[in-house]
């Protein structure tokens, strides 16, 4: 035999000599809940370990993960029923729950990375992500309010815009709205392909977002296709987008790889709550070993060509020391 290839792994040391991939601090974005009020701290039931935090808590959160090297975020709001209506309304209000967050956050850790969420169904009477008529989820018409959303979140700081709803046209409209303002600076992080997975289940526990009626079949891809993937992706590409997202991560490493081969920009991916839940339960079980399954998670996200990871294990890798 001439060819033997372990020899390339018998030892840790030549192991870590070849190894193709790695996961560091920088590659990760940890999402973050957040609530109203002051001392909040509750776990989110389906996401062990998970956590919405008032601004005064969420602030210490930051500063315990800015010293373990974690520097990015990506903010999400639970947002009283109340509050809500057709329009998402609270999400341009100047001293609602999210943008007086954004400025917390800005202000006191300014060398942060803070990703902001545009989308409407946080604040959506109706659970979904467009304005509802007739039980039609509309696509231009809601154009205008996460434009006022996203120059809201530019306004308070923040450094990447990541519009998360699976409609048409939004990437271009939203830097048009940025450049018109003098916002030149501020980054598009497009969720270019955002399946209608049933692994959002957790999070829409979390923010209490579930739609009121229906699905998001009508907007989010169908978790068949691949290659309408880079339609969205070619798409976003050329109205502007500076990352592009591909979301969930583990069932769709095909997908990452696909847009990673078709595109020069960083490609992220979505590692999301119902993934975590389903790694949690079973170590909660005993029948998986939690270091070993978390990193090799991670890195096969990366093998298949994410450059950053959205991942609710950052903060525990980092913690741990696992990486
Ligand atoms: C909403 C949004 C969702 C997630 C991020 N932004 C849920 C949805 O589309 O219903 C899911 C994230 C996760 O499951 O971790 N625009």
Redesign the pocket.
């Known amino acids: 035999m001439l060819q033997r290839p372990r020899r390339n792994r018998k030892s840790e040391v030549i192991r870590q000599m070849v190894q193709e991939t790695h996961v560091s601090a920088a590659n990760l974005i940890f ?1 973050l809940f957040i609530v109203d009020g002051t001392f909040q701290k509750s776990e989110v039931a389906s996401m062990p370990g998970i956590y919405r935090y008032s601004i005064d808590n969420l602030l210490r959160e930051i500063e315990s993960c800015m010293k373990l090297g974690l520097k990015s975020f990506d903010l ?1 709001p639970n947002i009283d029923e109340a509050l809500k209506d057709k329009f998402a309304t609270e999400s341009h209000r100047e001293e609602s729950l999210y943008l007086r967050a954004i400025r917390e956050v800005k202000k006191n850790f300014p060398e942060a990375c803070v990703i902001t ?1 545009v ?1 409407m ?2 604040y959506s009477s109706d659970g979904h ?1 467009g304005i509802v008529e007739n039980g039609e989820i509309l696509n231009d018409e809601t154009l205008e309010i996460l434009g006022k959303m996203a120059l809201a979140h530019a306004q308070c700081g923040a450094d990447i815009i990541a519009p ?2 699976m409609m048409d046209g939004r990437v271009g409209y939203i830097r048009k709205v940025l450049d018109d303002n003098k916002f030149t600076n501020v980054s598009i992080m497009s ?1 270019s392909a ?1 399946y209608a997975s049933a ?2 289940g ?3 526990d979390a923010l209490n ?1 579930a739609p009121k009626f229906g699905d ?1 079949k009508t907007y ?1 891809m169908n978790p068949a296709n691949q290659r309408e993937a880079l339609i969205e992706a070619t798409l976003d590409e050329s109205e502007g987008a500076d990352f592009l997202m591909v ?2 991560a583990l069932p769709y490493l095909d997908v990452i790889k696909l847009i990673k081969d078709n595109t020069e920009l960083p490609v992220a991916a ?1 590692n ?3 993934e ?1 839940a389903m790694i949690k339960a079973a170590i909660q079980k005993g029948w998986l070993n939690e270091q070993r399954a978390i990193t090799e998670v991670l890195t096969s996200i990366r093998r298949a060509g994410a450059t950053a990871i959205l991942t ?1 294990h950052a903060k525990e890798v980092l913690e741990n020391k696992w990486l």
């Open positions: 999402p999400f969420d989308a169904d946080p992500d998360s709803d969720y955002k692994f959002y957790p999070f829409r977002s998001k989010q979301k969930p979505y999301v709550s119902g975590y609710y």
